[in-house]
C-alpha cells in the first residue's frame, strides 16, 4: 500500500454475515493465490453500512453475490497443540472510502485467523505458558540486575532477549495471550475468541481472527499480501429441521 494509505489513522469498521458452506464455488477465475485448492465457498447473506467521513450520513458496503471461498488448514499429524489455518476471501462489490482509507470495486480482501479443535485448544495454552513464564522470569531478573547495576546484567539482557524471541516465535503456532496476565491462569473460557462449527468438522472450532489483507504486486512481478485492518467473528446458531444445528460467521 501507499504511504499516504491509512496514514490519517481513521477506521472503517462493518458487519457483514456470511455463511461458510460445503459447496464450491463455481468460476472461471482459476485458483485463489492464497487459498489454492480445495476450497469451499463462503456466501455473503447482506450487506453492510459503514460511518462516511463527515460522521452524518453512512455509506454501504456490499460483496460479489456469487460468493467468496474460505479453507482450513490443519497441522499435519499430530499437532499437539500448534493452531491450524483459517482463509477466507470476499471480492467487494462497492468501493469502500473514508478519507486516505479506500478500495475499489472488485477489490479481494483477505481475512486469516489461527484455529484449534476443542481439545488442542487447551493444549496449546499449556505449551505456551512455559514460554512466557521463562520470558517474565528473564525479564524480572534483567530489570532487577539493570536497576542494582550487578555485575553480569549484560549477559541477563541477551538472555531476556533470547527468551522474548523464543515467546514471539511460540505465539505463531499457539494461542496469543495478553500480556497482563500475571497469574498464567489461562483457559479457553478467558478468551474473547468464540467457538462453533464449520462444515466437515466433527468438533467446534476456535478461531483467533488475525488480519484482514489485500493482494498488491511488487514491482509487476511478484505478488504481496499487505495488511490493511483486523477482523473480529461471532458464530451465528440457527436450528434447522430435525434440530441439527448450522452456524454462519
Request: aromatic share 10%; hydrophobic share 35%.
Amino acid at each position: 500500500m501507499s504511504r499516504e494509505w491509512g496514514a490519517s489513522g481513521k477506521r472503517l469498521i462493518f458487519d457483514v454475515p456470511v455463511e461458510a458452506t460445503s459447496d464450491s464455488l463455481v468460476t472461471d477465475r482459476g485458483e485463489d493465490p492464497m487459498l489454492q485448492r480445495n476450497a469451499d465457498k463462503m456466501l455473503p447473506l447482506s450487506s453492510g453500512t459503514y460511518a462516511d467521513d463527515d460522521g452524518g450520513s453512512e455509506s454501504t458496503v456490499s460483496f460479489a453475490g456469487i460468493g467468496g471461498e474460505w479453507k482450513i488448514q490443519m497441522p499435519r499429524g499430530v499437532s499437539n497443540g500448534k493452531a491450524g489455518k483459517l482463509m477466507c476471501y470476499l471480492d467487494l462489490e462497492t468501493p469502500l472510502r473514508k478519507g486516505d482509507l479506500f478500495l475499489d470495486r472488485g477489490e479481494r480482501i483477505y481475512l486469516t485467523a489461527k484455529c484449534w479443535r476443542e481439545g488442542e485448544l487447551d493444549r496449546a495454552l499449556e505449551r505456551l505458558k512455559p514460554y512466557q513464564q521463562n520470558y517474565r522470569l528473564r525479564e524480572e531478573k534483567m530489570n532487577a540486575a539493570v536497576v542494582d547495576k550487578n555485575y553480569g546484567y549484560e549477559r541477563l539482557i541477551i538472555d531476556h532477549e533470547n527468551a522474548l524471541a523464543e515467546y514471539q516465535e511460540a505465539n505463531i503456532y499457539f494461542p496469543t495471550i495478553d500480556d497482563d496476565d500475571v497469574d498464567f491462569s489461562w483457559t479457553k473460557q478467558g478468551l474473547e475468541w468464540q467457538e462453533g462449527p464449520w462444515p466437515g468438522e466433527a468438533e467446534w472450532l476456535t478461531v483467533e481472527p488475525l488480519f484482514l489483507m489485500v493482494r498488491r504486486m511488487k514491482f509487476f512481478v511478484k505478488e504481496e499480501f499487505h495488511v490493511i485492518g483486523t477482523w473480529a467473528a461471532a458464530p451465528i446458531i440457527e436450528e434447522r429441521g430435525g434440530g441439527e444445528e448450522e452456524a454462519k460467521e
